[in-house]
């Protein structure tokens, strides 16, 4: 049982009037492990009992039922809780044991879907950093919601409609080279479009050209399709190369243009319902009464579409298809503006399930300090600076392990893992530099020193050539060992948590914890030493494993057994 709950449950029983959960609520964990695991302060019976809360704190510390904690004891105000250490260790040991990487599984989620709307790039454009970010974050919010009992869909957006294919068209009809595309897609296709937006600013006759050619794509024409179909299969292609090296998997490529045969009920619908206003010979709702500004642009006075009209028809398709109890949006927070305006007008709808979307932003990624800019020449290009931490790391093996089997993968997910962990380690909102040797590094909080703490326990368990027994009781209560069992008795909290905030960070940063707690417990304990209590610490060592590598897992990183 959880511990918390046991310490309120108790209180709950000697103090007449109390509720368990008032009693959790005012817990707290001690700064200093020498008062205890856990406090309760007495201040806030005082009123009720009529009593100085010290006589109040001795007397329930004289009354709980002790049998389950190491000891009880007054301090001032305070209760001091210090728990049973060999039962609750025997315990949590002994459920991961069973349980293995099913440890901390939970059932919240009853096989209901989650929509999960990520990484969604640009066809015939670079995938950018913010896409990598959002890559990321969302395939790691899949895996907690499937581990708390979720469907967890994973949908990638694609940006694949819109004018800018008119311009593309036009710029391929009069500059296009087929070679050079296919050689080079995503390159090629943006010279073409950089250089169709430079010439339409002193010619606007192509601007009409463009037009009328994205007009024929809505309507069908032969001829625009094919072009159309082609450029997104060219870029396609670049992007599952690294969809492929990152290990990242999608439930569907639904982009925009999927829903050009869906928006004429979007606005159907808003017609009925009196939403649409007339604004300078546009369709707009007003969203007003939502405290939002601007009101959304449904369609422009040509008659075109825009990309809300695309979220929306997307929303209740993704609704019906899918019946999702949640819908997340992991899209940078420079889109909060859209995503608010997205929700209100599902809302005006009269749609209840618009409250279980969640625009997930996250903030910008700089390089040396500086925001990224395409025309300034601060980019970031995925796919060369995957290749790079992959070689870095490899040289660091090298070094360290130059005898390793298989080196290329383990490599591979070092690398990998490294640009992954170090994004998701940090508090998703927050921005960060993008510094590759700080990622690669084996110190500090980083993916490598993470999976190498997993690495180093997995040759631990090797030379002792131990595999726990589900019938065996082990347990322990040295001070070293409490802080990780403390750890892993918090992770299918741990996980909950991250999951309700969508923010993998909070399990980073607990595998961090825990990789940090077991080096110090190895660096104070001769774990393979004769000893009565070796096959505890070798326990001890394989639930740490087990539960660092879980973690790991969570963010979308790999840990190999030897580096
Ligand atoms: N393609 C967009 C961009 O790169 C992101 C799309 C996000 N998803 C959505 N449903 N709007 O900015």
Sequence with gaps: MDTKQLIASEIAKVVPNLEQHTVLSLLETPKNSDMGDLAFPAFSLAKIMRKAPQIIASDIAEQIDASFFEKVVAVGPYINFFLDKSSISADILGQVVAQGSNYANQEIGGGRNVAIDMSSPNIAKPFSIGHLRSTVIGDSLANLFEKIGYKAVKINHLGDWGKQFGMLIVAYKKW??????????????????????????????????????????????????????????????????????????????????????????????????????????????????????????????????????????????????????????????????HFKQLKAVLKEMGYAWSDDITHVPFGLVTKEGKKLSTRKGNVILLEPTVAEAISRAAAQIEGKNPNLANKEEVAHAVGVGAIKFYDLKTDRLNGYDFDLEAMVSFEGETGPYVQYAHARIQSILRKADFTPSTDATYSLNDAESWEIIKLIQDFPRIIVRAANNFEPSIIAKFAISLAQSFNKYYAHTRILDENPERDSRLALCYATATVLKEALRLLGVEAPNEM
């Design 176 to 337: 296009g080279d087929e070679e050079a595309v296919k050689a080079h897609p995503i390159n090629e296709l943006l010279k073409l479009y950089i250089r169709i937006n430079a010439e339409a600013e002193e010619h606007p006759e192509l601007d009409e050209e463009a037009r009328d050619w994205f007009r024929k794509l809505e309507a069908g024409d032969e001829e625009a399709i094919a072009l159309w179909q082609w450029f997104r299969d060219e870029s396609l292609v670049e992007f599952n190369r690294l969809y492929d090296e990152l290990g990242v998997t999608f439930d569907s490529f639904n982009g925009e243009a999927f829903y050009n045969d869906k928006m004429d009920e979007v606005v159907d619908i808003l017609t009925e319902k009196g939403l649409l206003e007339e604004s300078q010979g546009a369709q707009v709702v007003n969203l007003e009464k939502y405290d939002i500004e601007h009101p959304a642009l449904i369609k422009k006075s040509d008659g075109a579409t825009l990309y809300i009209t695309r979220d929306l028809a997307a929303a209740l398709y993704r609704k019906r298809q899918y019946d999702f109890a949640k819908s997340v949006y992991v899209v940078g927070n420079e889109q909060s503006a």
